[in-house]
């Protein structure tokens, strides 16, 4: 692993680059608190969060939305206050999109800087490498990227979308809304994370169960660039909707190539984690094919998301992505509301305030179910458009769903 600095968790080099693209301080330590909380606050022992972010590889413009919303949390969080009169500071490990990496990088945040919770990863399997190296420690862990479900653990905190809100909210959403005599036609898309695999592998009951039927299945590598050969197939097939779930860059070349072959007019692609950072490099004509279901809709001008991304760009740039930084500010958000909840900073009073929580996001409630500790959230309906996505319906509450319960804390 290359050397870290200890606060940013980032090396010097990805630290100068961060710098120069944003403008603003990487460091996620103590924001300046108003004047009559100013010394209660700054003498106060810090509230250390650790956070496992995909800095390096292909997925750092995701990183950089994740930093984004921990930032933006942390300050709203040390400019009132702090937690229980503690200023909160956070330091960040390269996840790497690896991992098998992440007992080590945990191992780093809690034992060598005192961590008390940690955020993160993005990759989905990561997610189970970590809680259970921090169960032995009784380190809450609070999860906020898209997932499969079916993974439960008593430190495990989920604030990001599950199965239920991705795929089970769009195929019933897709059923309604376009009801042929004999049932909805899918092809599935995806890539090797096994996320996508059990993903597809669930959302096949509800699309059998409302007539719907499934004319193939194709999971490329990770990174591939040529889906000609998958697009010839899915043209084979008769196919009217694509279940797609690539969430790096490539996945555009899909829509790319689908239009190159003539196949883009005659389907509608249900982009399953679709969101504004996909939507770059994309037409108009090419984003007005895809449709989603998301937890959060940056053009959104309803409830608190208008000045939530207000504040995001005014630190980081008009056009700057907001997708990802929801969740983040949403898991720093949900762990300063634990601890005052449990009434004292610690992992245990953090597992103890987590769960069966319901605290207030920018898009409205969120509850973290107090058995199987995923979340319940508002959940919209989003079609491509010229500004890059558009809310078309809301669906409101969607529970997670995840598939495990109380006495199903093991591995899947």
Known sequence: MKKTDIRTGINRRQALKYLSASGAALLLGRSRPSLGQAHAVQTAQPVRIGALLPVSGDADAYARQMRMGIETAVSEINTTGGVLGRPVEVAVRDSETAPATLPDRCRELVEDWSAVAIVGPWVSAGRKYASRFLAERGIPLVNAANHE??????????????????????????AESDKPENG???????????????????????????????????????????????????????????????????GREFIHQAGELGLLDKITIGWIGFNETLAEGLSTQERQRIITTSPFVSSDPEGGVPDFVARIRRQHGPEVPVYCALTHYNAVKALKAAWKRSGEVSPEAGNTGLAGLTFDSPTGPVTIDATHHHATMNIVVAKGSEAGLQVVKRLGQVAAEPGCGQKRYCCS
């Open 184 to 250: 909805a036609s899918y092809f599935l898309l995806g890539s090797y994370p096994s996320w996508q695999n059990s993903m597809f592998r669930q959302l096949r009951f509800p699309i059998y169960r409302s007539g719907g039927k499934i004319h193939g299945q194709a999971l490329t590598p990770t990174g591939e660039r040529n889906f000609k050969p998958v697009i010839r197939w899915m043209q084979e097939t008769g196919a009217k909707t694509v279940l797609f779930c690539v969430m790096r860059h490539h």
């Open 149 to 174: 479900g079916e993974f439960c653990h008593p430190n495990l905190f989920s604030v990001g979308p599950t199965t239920a809100h991705d795929g089970y909210a769009l195929t019933r959403y897709l």
